[in-house]
Nanobody
Framework: QVQLVESGGGLVQAGGSLRLSCAFSGRIFSTYAMGWFRQAPGKEREFVARVIPSGGSSEYSDSVKGRFTISRDNAKNTVYLQMNSLKPEDTAVYYC?????????????WGQGTQVTVSS
């Protein structure tokens, strides 16, 4: 089955940058849309960004638009989240998600998460 492993999280000062990576395995990567979600302590998981299977288009939550960029390398089975101009409110566990829809089913898979902490 699909396995997703995030990496790249850590501690960064406000205004700094981090790049998260998510390695995909188990199925054909280029047939899945990929996304990033995050969950801060005491809050529900929220959508951050998503990119379609080809990488040709993407979407972002309003809170990160203009600061974060999602990209994918289908040759490397990896999706990235470049995070710039980080703010303390970006502190959360970031989760990688893969999803695929057919005429008969919709499936999604989640990684284990990676912690991002932004200090003031």
């Amino acid at each position: 089955q699909v396995q997703l492993v995030e990496s790249g999280g850590g501690l960064v000062q406000a205004g700094g940058s981090l790049r998260l990576s998510c390695a995909f395995s188990g199925r054909i990567f280029s047939t899945y849309a990929m996304g990033w979600f995050r969950q801060a302590p005491g809050k529900e998981r929220e959508f951050v960004a998503r990119v379609i299977p080809s990488g040709g288009s993407s979407e972002y939550s309003d809170s990160v638009k203009g600061r974060f960029t999602i990209s994918r390398d289908n040759a490397k089975n990896t999706v990235y989240l470049q995070m710039n101009s980080l703010k303390p409110e970006d502190t959360a566990v970031y989760y990688c998600r893969a999803d695929k829809r057919t005429t008969m089913a919709y499936v999604d898979y989640w990684g284990q998460g990676t912690q991002v902490t932004v200090s003031s």
